[in-house]
């Protein structure tokens, strides 16, 4: 009896033995993860956790925000605010003044032909009627004292003046301005004697004196054709103005 209770025993011990071991290896060999007393479980970080975690980042989603604030340049570009001012250099540009004729320098002097360009234009109206233009070529003011002194063609002398047409002041040319005078050239009734044809022009200027001329000639051109001419020529004294000058 006592053999056969301790043979029981032993195949109970034996069999207790076996089933521990059975469940010891199966808890090691589980997939659920479960891990032997004592020993520490691996950290596993899986992927969708970590693309999650960098997008929940405090980081990731400053650097996001900070990054569109970058993009907020576009709030600091003032250039393309309606309150944007223009720079100083725009506001000189845009002010700007036109060119003028250049200043004169220097004492007024005489005009006369080596300052000056003196135009000889036929007129259709007044008939029989020629317009001097003296334009200032030099730097510094001038004056057109009294009347042109002209000769047509070899005329030995040169034709009076319209006394009525004497102006108030001495005519003043600034650089680049111009004075004017009108020749009558022949009796538009036919009355005039010693009619011609004419194809030289020489103008004489006068000094302050109003004695003679002064300075050098102009000898401005004439029509191909030329220009008829009789014993009525006469002149106007230089005006300011060229409507004033074609009034006689």
Partial sequence: MFSLRTSRTRLAGAAATTVLAALSLTACNDGTGARVEGTAAPTSTSPSSSSSGAGSSPNASNGS???NGSNGSNGSNGSGSSDAKPSAGSRSATNTPAAK???SSGKPV???G???KTVAAPLTRPVNHMLLTVTNTGSKTCFLY???A???GEAQAVPPVIEQSQPQAVVTLEPGESGYAS???AATDGSGSNGRTVKSLTVYFQ???GSGSVGAAAHPSLPAKGIYVDDSLKVTYWQQSMNDATTW
């Fill in 150 to 152: 002209v000769r047509f």
């Fill in 101 to 103: 004729a250049p200043a």
């Fill in 146 to 148: 009294g009347y042109p």
């Fill in 207 to 209: 000094g302050r004196s």
């Fill in 114 to 116: 080596s300052n000056t």
């Fill in 183 to 185: 020749v009558n050239l």
């Fill in 65 to 67: 925000r900070a990054s």
């Fill in 110 to 112: 005489t005009c006369e």
